[in-house]
């Protein structure tokens, strides 16, 4: 079991479709992830939020739309999507966005048809 | 934040040490080394980070050498629950917004 708890853990979707994605700590961590995996290679930075502030966007095409509603919560939306875009979708969350480890949740596995 | 190397993967006995070597040759000072491990189907966990001098957690020791351009994660008793990817990152003190940025990592295969 982990602390950060990511929802779907599966999700298939179509092209034209729109889907979220949620992740969910309760730990009081101020710092939250989004990383995508594809198979057989590491995990690559998505985005991070500070203290519900985007800090940092690694270039990442507008069909991904992360959302911070409070900070607990994340969301990543999804529109228009491509099949390359299937992958492992990894949330993580930190007491602080400089220096404390990462605690990651188990992903959703994205599959995009 | 300074790049690493990792052998692409690794054997070892089920109840020996697992030895794992990472190259960091461009540290800067104000830089950490972490580890994280990643088994399959499963998120990346953490293991343990170090500045210069040796840490030990539950799961495994830190060794960092003098000039910190490389350090080794000892697992001391390796058991096939420990077979994962381990990834050695160096991430530098509050800078760059809380990059965490992952090599290609080793993978570490135990045995019976």
């Known amino acids: 079991d982990t602390e950060v708890t990511q929802t779907p853990k599966h999700l298939v979707m179509g092209m034209t479709n729109k889907k979220s994605l949620k992740c969910e700590q309760h730990?009081?961590?101020?710092?939250m992830y989004w990383y995508k995996q594809k198979a057989k290679k590491p995990p690559e930075l998505m985005f991070v939020?500070?203290?519900?502030?985007?800090?940092i966007n690694e270039s990442v095409p507008s069909r991904f739309s992360p959302e911070c509603p409070n900070s607990s919560l994340l969301n990543l939306h999804l529109h228009a999507l491509q099949p390359e875009d299937s992958a492992l979708y990894l949330c993580?969350?930190?007491?602080?966005?400089?220096?404390?480890?990462?605690?990651f949740g188990n992903g959703t596995r994205l599959t995009v048809t | 934040d300074a790049k690493t190397t990792q052998p692409t993967s690794m054997d070892c006995a089920e109840g020996r040490a697992a030895n794992l070597p990472c190259n960091h040759s461009?540290?800067?000072?104000?830089?950490?080394v972490y580890w994280y491990r990643q088994i399959h189907s499963q998120g990346p966990q953490y293991i343990i980070h170090?500045?210069?001098n040796n840490e030990t957690s539950e799961m495994a020791s830190l060794i960092i050498t003098e000039d910190r351009k490389s350090s080794t994660l000892i697992l001391p008793h390796a058991t096939l629950r420990d077979t994962a990817v381990y990834y050695c990152?160096?991430?530098?003190?509050?800078?760059?917004?809380?990059?965490?940025?992952f090599g290609q990592g080793t993978e570490l295969s135990v045995k019976p």
């Open positions: 993580a969350s930190s007491q602080d966005p400089g220096f404390s480890p990462l605690h």
């Open positions: 730990m009081g961590h101020r710092a």
């Open positions: 939020y500070s203290y519900e502030k985007l800090s």
């Open positions: 461009t540290i800067s000072g104000n830089e950490y």
């Open positions: 170090g500045l210069k």
């Open positions: 990152i160096v991430r530098a003190y509050y800078n760059q917004g809380g990059k965490l940025i």
